[in-house]
């Protein structure tokens, strides 16, 4: 049983009971304090993940402070069905620890259960996208974090005999971190990058990296130093507003399966800006509206623009605001039509003939 795999929280069983009945602990169902069977019936799945190269309670202990603060949090009002799964029972050998996560996984997506995982210490990615990958056709990946994914982890995720990567995004990377082929490297990979100073220009450009995304993971590491009382060397970064909005843009994904919060540092700080940023996770998956675009519905807006002889429809939904384009060239579109998630600066920009670096990478992506 997939409980097998967890400790429980028995502990937590007097810490929830003084909650306000309005709190997130106290409209959640907790390992080890109430009973469940795991089903179709739960949305959601929250469960975190000790360094798995230390044995340490000091870890568990820090993963309770997490959960203290996460369930001391306002409920939101949500209608959502939400399961604390527990802390993660490390293997004794990296082979069972990948084999259980492996197997967790593949039965929450199964299930259609979305999953938020408090990983602390750990590059998980691989793990995450070899046990996605058994239940979907492609995998969208994008990574928050102040450094580009590492080449080798991109090579391994390639070199798989039955690879199902489709777009990797990076989001909040800084320049001065990074070795510049490295960046270069992952461009030329058509791969989407969005600079930290992009950010601060206008965050709500973001968006659309998040839009049809399986698999995030969030680093804490990509906030600056100050906003979390100095927890890290990193001076530059997100503001922790900045996070958690860009938190809630995760969970605003239609075909989310995974949000990981990734730390490998400690602090009371860090543990109330992941507890938030898990809650603004929450609140857009509690707030997504799927929408199938119908251009004979009254719900849509349609303009057409010709940049360089790209013939491309912006598509605007009249009930989220949010924006789409499809590259209209029959004899350059590789693959069948499909909407591509865009911003109305993206089109702002093409009514100027200038194509977005958005658009022009996904054009490559489809141009034979």
């Known amino acids: 049983m997939i409980k097998d795999y967890f400790i429980s929280l028995p502990d937590f069983t007097e810490f929830v009971h003084n909650l306000n009945n309005k709190s997130l602990g106290k409209n959640i169902v907790i390992n080890g304090i109430n009973d469940f069977d795991l089903d179709q019936s739960f949305d959601l799945a929250i469960f975190s993940i000790n360094d798995l190269e230390i044995d340490s309670e000091n870890l568990s202990d820090y993963a309770k402070k997490i959960r203290k603060k996460i369930y001391s949090l306002s409920g939101g009002g949500w209608n959502l069905n939400i399961l604390d799964l527990g802390i993660f029972k490390v293997g004794s050998q990296r082979s069972d ?26 590059n998980l990615t691989l793990d995450y996208y070899h046990a996605l990958k058994q239940n979907n056709n492609s995998l969208n990946i994008v990574s928050v974090d102040n450094k580009i994914p590492d080449n080798s982890l991109i090579r391994k995720i390639l070199d798989d005999d039955n690879c199902k990567l489709g777009e990797f995004s990076c989001v909040g990377f800084q320049k001065h ?79 989310l399966d995974l949000i990981s919060f990734s730390s490998s540092y400690q602090s009371s700080a860090i543990s109330s800006l992941i507890s938030e940023g898990i809650w603004y996770a929450i609140d857009g998956i509690n707030n997504l509206i799927i929408e199938n675009i119908d251009l004979n519905s009254d719900n849509f807006t349609v303009y057409n623009v010709t940049v360089n002889n790209y013939d491309l429809k912006f598509v605007k939904s009249l009930i989220t605001n949010r924006w789409w384009v499809s590259l209209e060239n029959t004899n350059l579109v590789q693959i069948e039509k499909s909407y591509i998630p865009c911003v109305e600066d993206d089109y702002l920009l093409s009514k100027n003939s200038i194509l977005s670096d958005r658009i022009l990478s996904r054009i490559k992506n489809k141009i034979s």
């Open 97 to 122: 620890t990948q084999f259980a996560i492996n197997e967790i996984l593949k039965q929450l997506s199964i299930l259609k259960v979305k999953t938020l995982i408090i990983n602390l210490g750990n």
């Open 177 to 255: 971190i990074n070795n510049i082929d490295e960046i270069e490297l992952f461009k030329n990979m058509l791969f989407e990058t969005y600079s930290l100073g992009k950010i601060k220009n206008k965050i709500a450009n973001t968006e659309p990296i998040f839009r049809n995304s399986d698999l995030i993971d969030i680093n804490v590491r990509s906030v600056k130093s100050g906003d979390i009382n100095n927890s890290h060397e990193f001076t530059n970064g997100l503001t922790s507003y900045e996070f958690c909005n860009l938190s809630r843009f995760a969970g605003l994904s239609k075909n």
